[in-house]
């Protein structure tokens, strides 16, 4: 089967994790996705723990199956190869702080002047225009800006970081959807346009109905732990051996009297404070403590099996070893190993994405630092080893290097 993004190419100089993140997604679709990288590091990403054999696991999971391009963008030469590549593909993303590639001299305006149908896709904390733009900002400053962490943790306790980065991800996956929609336009209009993606709106766009609660309540939505604000039970219950989730109050209303009997608390089926979700919810302090000490009584595989088969919504609440082994997980290919020749194999999360009639999927291991210099400047300038050495021996490309991160780590 053929790629779906198979004839897209991509300029991909964005680094750690929100951009690469973005460019992943498209790269596991089919779009050949070329990072450029400064030499001689490259991608901070590369020095990032934990290292398998020398190879930072970090940037392997989010940079597998793209190409890499070493070029100094700051030479003048630099430059020049990288407007005249730019001319030749679909899309080149970025996520420095706003104005960086306009003093680099590869903006916008240079960019589609060379190309009028280039797709520039930018990713920063805070957009390209309002007083906060110039300000530098990585996950945990959007996350903190952008609400979530008030509104995550255990009630009256400390803000709580979620376990994944999720103000560098939600803004990875909102420039993927970004850049494919303006791929569609271009095929009506004929003309690219950049993309301005913020970190921060991001976070704003994805707090599902923490703003809505607060225009319609006045009150300021905080944290509950595992429960939701608006439906009771769903929320993790501790079982004699571990916990579950149990998710009630947006089904069918019989569904509570079930719970309730094979908790064995039949007392409560009738009981008029409990009778409704929203009963359940103003009430939920009278209700967690009866709940707690029913659910502590027996295993999780006890719920599990009897809450299943009367068909009330429930789960485990695995650890990531148990994810990793879960048969369902098996079953549709979400952890796969990608074997590189210095690292040796390293299981990684794959694409969700599945398509009746196209491949998705990872498509093979990350670059090293410059290993495809070469042959992608012949492929899209048509420069010859010669041309691309001499590039080399003024400092203005790089074929091979990197980090010593033995050195680092040590």
Not at 111 to 128: D, H, K
Not at 380 to 395: C, I, Q, S
Request: net charge negative; proline share 8%; aromatic share 6%.
């Amino acid at each position: 089967m053929s790629r779906p993004l198979e004839d897209i190419t991509i300029l991909d100089l964005t680094w750690v994790l929100s951009g690469p993140y973005a460019s992943m997604i498209l790269c596991d679709l089919g779009a050949e996705v070329i990072k450029v990288e400064r030499p001689p590091w490259g991608d901070v990403a590369r020095t990032t723990t934990p290292y398998q054999d020398g190879v930072s696991g970090y940037f392997f999971s989010v940079n597998r199956g793209k190409r890499s391009v070493s070029v100094d963008l700051r030479k003048p030469e630099g430059r020049d190869l990288f407007i005249r590549m730019a001319a030749k593909v679909e899309v080149v993303m970025e996520n420095f702080t706003p104005g960086t590639m306009d003093r680099l001299g590869v903006g916008y305006e240079t960019l589609s002047a060379a190309n009028p149908r280039l797709i520039f896709a930018s990713t920063s904390g805070f957009g390209q225009t309002g007083p906060y733009r110039d300000r530098p900002a990585l996950d945990i400053i959007v996350q903190g800006m952008g609400g979530i962490l008030s509104i995550t943790g255990e009630p009256g306790g400390p803000p709580i970081r979620p376990g994944a980065s999720y103000g560098d991800i939600v803004a990875g996956l909102y420039t993927a959807v970004g850049i494919l929609t303006a791929i569609h336009e271009r095929e009506r209009s004929g003309r690219g346009q950049a993309l301005d993606i913020s970190m921060l709106d991001c976070q704003v766009s994805a707090l599902e109905n923490a703003v809505m609660r607060y225009s319609v309540t006045g009150k300021a939505p905080e944290p509950l732990g595992t429960r939701h604000p608006s439906a009771t039970p769903f929320q993790a219950f501790e079982a004699a051996d571990g916990w579950l989730v149990v998710a009630l109050g947006f089904g069918e209303e019989n569904q509570w009297q079930l719970f309730c009997a094979i908790l064995g608390l039949p007392e409560l089926i009738g009981d008029a404070r409990f009778e409704t979700s929203p009963r359940r919810t103003a009430r939920h302090a009278e209700l967690e403590p009866m709940l707690n000490a029913a659910f502590k009584k027996r295993p999780v595989s006890h719920w599990l099996e009897e809450m299943l088969a009367a068909g009330i919504p429930c789960g485990p609440v695995n650890s990531i070893p148990q994810l990793v082994d879960d048969p369902q997980i098996q079953h549709r290919g979400m952890v796969v190993p990608v074997t590189h020749p210095k690292a040796g194999t390293i299981r990684i999360a794959n694409t969700p994405l599945r398509m009746s009639r196209s491949e998705t999927g990872i498509k093979g291991p990350p670059p090293d630092l410059g290993a495809d210099t070469r042959d992608v400047l012949g492929e899209l300038l048509g420069l010859d080893d010669d041309a691309v050495a001499a590039l080399e021996a003024a400092g203005v490309v790089a074929t091979s290097g990197g980090p010593d991160l033995a050195a680092i780590s040590g």
